[in-house]
Nanobody, 124 residues
Framework: QVQLVESGGGLVQPGGSLRLSCAAS????????MGWFRQAPGKERDFVAA????????RYADSVKGRFTISRDNAKNTVYLLMNSLKPEDTAVYYC?????????????????WGQGTQVTVSS
């Protein structure tokens, strides 16, 4: 079993940056693919970014490509999401998730474990 705890959310002005972190428990973290998803009020949970077990393969939603970067440090059991050039439409609760399959899917249903989420608000 994996427990995930997100941190790093907050209020930021448009054009600003934030780095989210997701700390995982368990000795098998390096075998999981990790993903970031977000959910705005009244909307479905959407894919943001994913990274495979080794960190050698990443994928992004079109809406964040070129602005967000996902990375991981398996020695620290942590995955990161660096968010640059933030826009008001990026406002949402951001969740990290772990996929036992190891490849980094964009599908919510593929993920086995979820964190509690961290709020990101982009507003002037």
């Amino acid at each position: 079993q994996v427990q995930l705890v997100e941190s790093g959310g907050g209020l930021v002005q448009p054009g600003g940056s934030l780095r989210l972190s997701c700390a995982a428990s368990g000795r098998t973290f390096s075998s999981y693919a990790m993903g970031w998803f977000r959910q705005a009020p009244g909307k479905e949970r959407d894919f943001v970014a994913a990274i495979n077990w080794s960190g050698g393969n990443t994928r992004y939603a079109d809406s964040v490509k070129g602005r967000f970067t996902i990375s991981r440090d398996n020695a620290k059991n942590t995955v990161y999401l660096l968010m640059n050039s933030l826009k008001p439409e990026d406002t949402a609760v951001y969740y990290c998730a772990a996929d036992q399959g190891g490849y980094g899917s964009s599908l919510v249903a593929q993920y086995d474990y979820w964190g509690q989420g961290t709020q990101v608000t982009v507003s002037s």
